[in-house]
């Protein structure tokens, strides 16, 4: 794809236990946060809301495109 496209960017998801619990962020490519979800109880909550987050992120991507 063109420059500065999800293909080459390649950002990921990572979900992480913080001082006050499950949190997830979308990183870019180079490292940097790039959106970032509010504290969880559980691991698999912080999960879930990451994958809503990469399926609304998809379909917007694609509805644009």
């Known amino acids: 794809g063109p420059a500065g496209s ?5 950002p990921r998801f990572d979900v992480y236990q913080a001082a006050d619990g499950w949190r997830w962020r979308l ?9 970032s979800g509010e504290a969880h109880t559980r691991e698999r909550d912080a999960r879930r809301a990451a994958a809503n987050v990469s399926k ?5 991507y694609h509805d644009k495109a």
């Open 27 to 35: 990183l870019a490519g180079n490292n940097k946060v790039i959106a």
């Open 6 to 10: 999800c293909d080459q960017v390649k």
């Open 56 to 60: 609304t992120c998809r379909a917007i």
